[in-house]
């Protein structure tokens, strides 16, 4: 009739659904918020690079291992920042760079765990 679950058992489990739309929203707003980083001025490029360093730490110091890797992911995504605004041209030009890919690739996998979100919530009806 009208289960919940299908009955060829082909189908996401719900924690596997919330991981990938968490991923999802976290990459692309991770994403969009590196991408702003980078074109701020320089006095706010430090000051929006500590915030996210800071936050990142207190996701490394977590109790919660799931919190670890995100965490990690941002405090150092903070320290590019602050480097890209520093004074010496080749670590700032190479810091700089490296947070451009990085903006690029948390885009590009939040729009793939969008698309695997999506494709699992259509085989749960």
């Given amino acids: 009739m009208n289960d919940l679950i299908p009955d060829n058992g082909n189908y996401t489990p719900t924690n596997v659904l919330a991981k990938q739309g968490v991923s999802a929203v976290g990459g692309i707003v991770g994403g969009v918020v590196l991408m702003v980083i980078r074109v701020l001025p320089s006095f706010l490029g430090i000051i929006a690079g500590l915030v996210v360093g800071v936050v990142g730490l207190g996701g490394v110091l977590s109790n919660d291992p799931d919190d670890r890797k995100p965490g990690l992911l941002a405090a150092a995504a903070g320290g590019l920042a602050i480097l890209s605004r520093a004074p010496i041209k080749p670590i700032s030009a190479l810091s ?23 494709k699992g919530l259509k085989g749960r009806s």
């Fill in 96 to 118: 700089g760079t490296l947070l451009g890919i990085s903006a690029l690739g948390l885009l590009v996998i939040g729009i793939w765990n969008g698309i695997k979100f999506i």
